[in-house]
């Protein structure tokens, strides 16, 4: 009895199919309600800033002074807040993947820059620690650790040449 | 004090820190960050809380969406602590059928919302997305397929003589010092208490789909388990029900600018109840906001608990929802 239960899970375990794919050799499957990314339409943005007042992680950033718009992608949470925010209907979301690069810390668009023209939206203030831009990130490691790395780098070298000195023969 | 107790409290602080700064729409996505596996329970609870006191009545269907949700959150959630429970007893191929199902279940919620666990769809004043009927249908027969695994799990744990051995009479909790006590969730409905906060009706469609908590006698951590399992074959039932009596309307009710009142929230979750309590002056920003997870309240109860051994305890705050690795940040 308990062989035969055993025969018949282990039957079933072998010739089932993974429940899981594998990625990325298996490709990409997006579900059938995927929310994908954030698409910035630069012509209709009028750079209102409501999105990225609205926006709960702080990763759509307009940026005023120098007319354009970013999307920190690593940052976005995919909820669509900014979506239903937009008065002119400047940002949806496509049902693609948009790979959040790493190395690469904003997305920026140049929006077409009808600055000031929105008598409406005049008078809402932007936290001032909330417009960064790209330039001014401040770096993962602070100036303190940069240079203690460097000193260790220094040391290296330092030892490498006592080394070889050491090892010449005579 | 104890060393799972500070990181409970530790972590729960950076939300609360959090409030600060944001204002109330964006600390539901905070709060749903707070609970790795199963945060929709907590963002309908903070959105319950928000609704409350503002006064706003969420349309009849937005209940009906939360509903479902809520649901196959609780389903993955308690299949996930099954599993948890299944390796802690060395059983690896029960362990990972309950895996198994629950990617299906995840994937019924990926098709559903978009999202697989951080769903990000329950917005104060109601939900953000309706549902496609379609996949709706669809997602049925896959639940119809996991309710028949579920019952297969159900009698593994109650007849192999392995589990039984190892779970039967450990951790006992007496009915008594259950009620008497702050434990919650299986740990209460394993000792035959009947408490459950979807039955008041307080949150959710639960009022209309004759929702009956499930219990057990045995006070045990089998008797636990067999709580979660049965909680599982139940939510797939209430899902049908909900599915099946959704009315037409709206999704959204408008809510105000600024929350002025207070409210506390309690939600059932797989390892009791979530409380949250907030309070607003008009302004945007919340004045307070309070969180007491079911692990919290739980923990209490481990020193009211008989036959308790060293290589048992895993297995008895497993059952109990005592886990502040799963829970909790
Ligand atoms: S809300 Fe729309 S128009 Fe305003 S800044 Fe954002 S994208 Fe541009
Ligand atoms: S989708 Fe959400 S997180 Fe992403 S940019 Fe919009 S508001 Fe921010």
Redesign the interface.
């Given at each position: 009895m308990g062989v035969m239960k055993i025969g018949k899970s282990l039957m079933n375990s072998l010739f089932a199919e993974p429940e899981t794919s594998k990625y990325p050799e298996g490709g990409l499957k997006l579900s059938k309600a995927s929310r994908g990314s954030i698409v910035i339409d630069e012509e209709a943005c009028t750079l209102c800033r409501l999105c990225g007042r609205r926006c709960p992680s702080g990763a759509i950033k307009p940026d005023r002074s120098q007319s354009r718009i970013m999307i920190d992608r690593m940052k976005c949470l995919v909820c669509g807040e900014c979506v239903e925010e937009c008065p002119e209907h400047a940002l949806s979301m496509a049902r693609e993947y948009v790979s959040p690069d790493p190395s690469v810390l904003v997305d920026v668009y140049r929006a077409s820059a009808r600055v000031g023209s929105d008598s409406v939206l005049q008078g809402i203030e932007m936290p001032p620690e909330e417009i960064v831009s790209s330039e001014e990130k401040i770096p993962a490691v602070s100036t303190k650790e940069v240079q203690r790395i460097k000193r260790k780098k220094k040391n290296k070298k330092k030892k490498k040449k006592r080394n070889k000195k050491r090892n010449k023969p005579n | 004090m104890n060393k799972s107790m500070f990181e409970t409290t530790e972590y729960t602080s950076r939300f609360l820190q959090l409030s600060e700064v944001?204002d109330y729409?964006?600390l539901v996505?905070?709060a749903e960050r707070m609970y790795g596996t199963g945060g929709f329970g907590n963002s309908v609870a903070m959105c319950t809380a928000l609704e409350g006191a503002a006064e706003v009545v969420i349309p009849e269907k937005a209940q009906y969406i939360r509903t479902i949700l809520m649901e196959l959150s609780m389903m993955q959630e308690n299949l996930l602590r099954l599993a948890a429970i299944a390796e802690t007893l060395n059983f690896d191929?029960l362990s990972m059928m309950c895996w198994?199902e629950r990617?299906?279940i995840l994937?019924i919620l990926?098709?559903?919302?978009?999202?697989r666990m951080i769903l990000?769809m329950c917005v104060p004043g109601g939900v953000?997305k309706s549902l496609?009927p379609e996949?709706l249908e669809e997602s049925l027969d896959e639940l119809n397929v996991v309710m028949q695994k579920a019952e297969t799990i159900k009698g593994i744990i109650a007849e192999d003589s392995m589990v039984k051995r190892r779970l039967r009479g450990v951790g006992v909790l007496a009915k008594e010092a259950a009620q008497g006590s702050s434990v919650t969730g299986p740990g209460a409905k394993g000792s035959g208490v009947d408490i459950d906060r979807r039955m008041l009706g307080e949150y959710g469609a639960y009022r209309n789909l004759d929702f009956v908590p499930v219990t057990e006698t045995g006070g045990d951590c089998l008797a636990r388990c067999m709580v979660k399992i049965r909680e599982v074959i139940q939510s797939g039932e209430l899902i049908r029900k909900a599915v099946e009596n959704m009315p037409e309307g709206s999704i959204r009710s408008e809510m105000p600018a600024g929350i002025n009142g207070e409210w506390i929230a309690k939600i059932e979750q797989p390892d009791g109840v979530d409380t949250f309590y907030i309070s607003g002056s008009g302004s945007a920003f919340l004045d307070e906001i309070g969180v007491r997870t079911a692990g919290e309240s739980n923990q209490k109860i481990m020193d009211r608990l008989e036959n308790v051994t060293l290589e048992n305890e895993a297995l008895i705050r497993l059952t109990l929802g005592i886990d502040s690795c799963l829970k909790e940040r």
């Amino acid at each position: 009895m308990g062989v035969m239960k055993i025969g018949k899970s282990l039957m079933n375990s072998l010739f089932a199919e993974p429940e899981t794919s594998k990625y990325p050799e298996g490709g990409l499957k997006l579900s059938k309600a995927s929310r994908g990314s954030i698409v910035i339409d630069e012509e209709a943005c009028t750079l209102c800033r409501l999105c990225g007042r609205r926006c709960p992680s702080g990763a759509i950033k307009p940026d005023r002074s120098q007319s354009r718009i970013m999307i920190d992608r690593m940052k976005c949470l995919v909820c669509g807040e900014c979506v239903e925010e937009c008065p002119e209907h400047a940002l949806s979301m496509a049902r693609e993947y948009v790979s959040p690069d790493p190395s690469v810390l904003v997305d920026v668009y140049r929006a077409s820059a009808r600055v000031g023209s929105d008598s409406v939206l005049q008078g809402i203030e932007m936290p001032p620690e909330e417009i960064v831009s790209s330039e001014e990130k401040i770096p993962a490691v602070s100036t303190k650790e940069v240079q203690r790395i460097k000193r260790k780098k220094k040391n290296k070298k330092k030892k490498k040449k006592r080394n070889k000195k050491r090892n010449k023969p005579n | 004090m104890n060393k799972s107790m500070f990181e409970t409290t530790e972590y729960t602080s950076r939300f609360l820190q959090l409030s600060e700064v944001k204002d109330y729409r964006q600390l539901v996505y905070a709060a749903e960050r707070m609970y790795g596996t199963g945060g929709f329970g907590n963002s309908v609870a903070m959105c319950t809380a928000l609704e409350g006191a503002a006064e706003v009545v969420i349309p009849e269907k937005a209940q009906y969406i939360r509903t479902i949700l809520m649901e196959l959150s609780m389903m993955q959630e308690n299949l996930l602590r099954l599993a948890a429970i299944a390796e802690t007893l060395n059983f690896d191929s029960l362990s990972m059928m309950c895996w198994t199902e629950r990617e299906k279940i995840l994937e019924i919620l990926d098709d559903l919302t978009g999202n697989r666990m951080i769903l990000s769809m329950c917005v104060p004043g109601g939900v953000r997305k309706s549902l496609d009927p379609e996949i709706l249908e669809e997602s049925l027969d896959e639940l119809n397929v996991v309710m028949q695994k579920a019952e297969t799990i159900k009698g593994i744990i109650a007849e192999d003589s392995m589990v039984k051995r190892r779970l039967r009479g450990v951790g006992v909790l007496a009915k008594e010092a259950a009620q008497g006590s702050s434990v919650t969730g299986p740990g209460a409905k394993g000792s035959g208490v009947d408490i459950d906060r979807r039955m008041l009706g307080e949150y959710g469609a639960y009022r209309n789909l004759d929702f009956v908590p499930v219990t057990e006698t045995g006070g045990d951590c089998l008797a636990r388990c067999m709580v979660k399992i049965r909680e599982v074959i139940q939510s797939g039932e209430l899902i049908r029900k909900a599915v099946e009596n959704m009315p037409e309307g709206s999704i959204r009710s408008e809510m105000p600018a600024g929350i002025n009142g207070e409210w506390i929230a309690k939600i059932e979750q797989p390892d009791g109840v979530d409380t949250f309590y907030i309070s607003g002056s008009g302004s945007a920003f919340l004045d307070e906001i309070g969180v007491r997870t079911a692990g919290e309240s739980n923990q209490k109860i481990m020193d009211r608990l008989e036959n308790v051994t060293l290589e048992n305890e895993a297995l008895i705050r497993l059952t109990l929802g005592i886990d502040s690795c799963l829970k909790e940040r």
